[in-house]
């Protein structure tokens, strides 16, 4: 068994066993599945968002296994992928609480306890009306910039996303948002590994859902090869011209993955499709 405890709920939760009293937590339930959920829950005025895992089964892992999927086996991913990413200097959420029981994969107990962070917005919202309401340039170029620092910073540290979009940075709106005062933290790691160093498969699989999920808020070619600066760029190590040279192929092929990613969502999601 495994288990961190921070206030509120070392207070909220001493002599009692924390696996049955988080089972107890009520607020909004956002997601409901059979071996996850997660909800907001409030303790003293103040928001936490719960994810509790209970095992997936032999039989899900199996299936993921050999569908090339890597299951989501508990907690411990999130909270590992956290870990890295405060030591890395990316802002994200900060946990709370983690618990860890059993260890068979296929039962395990876990959960993860998170700070609220609000009042954010997330970038998927906050660009919505880019294309027909362009942003101030410096705004958008020092998002752009700290999009790609923080995406640099999570795989230099070894951790790749999984579900790397725009949707999954929160824009902090507890101060007017400026070039010169922006504040971004990045969610939803609970799919995210963490190794030694990243893969370049999976590198490139979060890249590639990065630029789709930008695909459509009217960045310009200057705005994408900010991004690339930003990204591969890092402490000025190498020069625009060069990351367009070394990563030449890379680029060709984010460009096709996006396009069949952009292809599929319409099949899914476009009016009369059948989903």
Request: charged share 25%; hydrophobic share 40%; with cysteine.
């Amino acid at each position: 068994m495994r288990l961190i405890l921070a206030e509120p709920f070392k207070t909220l939760w001493a002599g009692k066993d924390p696996f049955v009293e988080v089972e107890r937590l009520q607020g909004k339930v956002y997601r409901e599945l059979e071996g996850r959920r997660t909800l907001r829950t409030e303790v003293d005025g103040r928001g936490y968002f719960v994810k509790i895992h209970r095992g997936i089964g032999w039989g899900e892992i199996a299936k993921n296994l050999l569908t090339a999927k890597a299951p989501v086996l508990g907690a411990g991913q999130e909270w590992a992928a956290l870990e890295r990413l405060h030591e890395a200097g990316v802002p994200t959420m900060t946990a709370v609480a983690y618990g860890e029981l059993g260890g068979n994969p296929a039962t395990q107990h876990s959960f993860i306890i998170t700070e609220e962070l609000a009042p954010t917005v997330d970038l998927e919202v906050f660009t919505r009306h880019w294309v027909e309401q362009p942003p101030e340039p410096r705004l958008k170029h020092a998002l752009i910039t700290e999009v790609a620092r923080m995406t640099g910073a999570m795989h230099r540290a070894g951790v790749n996303h999984r579900d790397c979009y725009i949707c999954h940075f929160l824009l902090s709106t507890e101060r007017p948002v400026t070039a010169d005062d922006l504040c971004l933290s990045l969610i939803d790691l609970h799919r995210a590994q963490a190794r030694a160093a990243v893969p370049k498969r999976w590198r490139d699989k979060d890249l590639a859902g990065l630029y789709f999920s930008a695909l459509n808020i009217g960045l310009t070619r200057r705005d994408k090869l900010r991004f690339l600066k930003g990204y591969f760029g890092a402490g000025g190590q190498r020069s625009l011209r060069d990351i367009l040279r070394d990563e030449a192929a890379l680029l060709a092929w984010l460009e096709r993955k996006a396009e069949r990613l952009l292809a599929r969502y319409q099949r899914k999601y476009a009016p009369g499709a059948q989903g």
